[in-house]
């Protein structure tokens, strides 16, 4: 059974369009996260909810909105995609929002933009 | 603000050798460290974590001590193999932070 799920695994779409990404985990976890990861392999976190509730909003552009219906779902709508935007996004889950959980990431979905 | 600097990659071993990769900290509370690992095309894994001082993570050979005095946790193995060749990522989650922090992770060869 897959922990941390994404879908879909690659997305390929033109600038300007609007895609989504979701992110369901069946661990009974609180917590859930979207990371960044660029062409250089770095990562840095963009939004985070604990209990359908936001908790992170990292400076990310406003065409960025994550939606959680549920404790087990994050999904990540994009609007107007930009060449910029291009990269992979990890979705993770951790018990709570405590430094002492480890968070448990999704195989990641990567995204092009033409 | 929290920070993880880890040591330029690649870095190209052979098989059986051993390995370390240096990772130190910036941090203003009392943060757990972690290492995760990348293999090709799949996400991160959690390989080892500490969550205070002294403390000692290990897991598949690898192991990290949590240096507060140095504030570093270097990533070591006795010998390496092929199958070990990946990014490995040090991070950190400070206290009242509610995210990792990254380094900006090592590509890890190892040469048959």
């Known amino acids: 059974d897959t922990a941390v799920s994404q879908t879909p695994k690659y997305l390929v779409t033109q600038m300007g369009n609007d895609k989504s990404i979701k992110c369901e985990q069946n661990?009974?976890?609180?917590?859930m996260y979207w990371y960044k990861q660029d062409s250089k392999k770095f990562l840095k976190i963009m939004f985070s909810?604990?209990?359908?509730?936001?908790?992170i909003n990292e400076t990310v552009p406003n065409r960025f909105s994550p939606k959680s219906p549920d404790k087990a779902h994050l999904n990540l709508h994009i609007n107007s995609l930009e060449l910029g935007d291009s990269a992979v996004y990890f979705c993770?889950?951790?018990?709570?929002?405590?430094?002492?959980?480890?968070?448990?990431f999704g195989p990641g979905t990567r995204l092009t933009v033409t | 603000g929290d920070s993880v600097t880890q040591m330029e990659g690649p870095v190209t071993l052979s098989e059986e050798a051993f390995l370390t990769i240096n990772c130190t900290y910036t941090?203003?509370?009392?943060?757990?460290l972690f290492w995760y690992v990348q293999y090709p095309g799949e996400g991160l894994q959690l390989l080892l974590k500490?969550?205070?001082?002294?403390d000692k993570g290990s897991n598949k050979g690898f192991e990290a001590t949590y240096r507060k005095e140095t504030t570093s946790f270097h990533l070591e193995k006795g010998s390496v193999q092929v199958s070990d060749s990946a990014v490995y990522f040090c991070?950190?989650?400070?206290?009242?932070?509610?995210?990792?922090?990254f380094g900006s992770g090592t590509r890890l060869q190892v040469q048959p």
């Open positions: 909810y604990n209990n359908k509730e936001l908790i």
């Open positions: 941090a203003t509370g009392y943060p757990s």
């Open positions: 661990l009974g976890h609180d917590t």
């Open positions: 993770a889950s951790s018990q709570g929002p405590s430094e002492t959980y480890e968070q448990y």
């Open positions: 991070a950190l989650k400070d206290t009242g932070r509610r995210a990792l922090t």
């Open positions: 500490a969550t205070k001082a002294d």
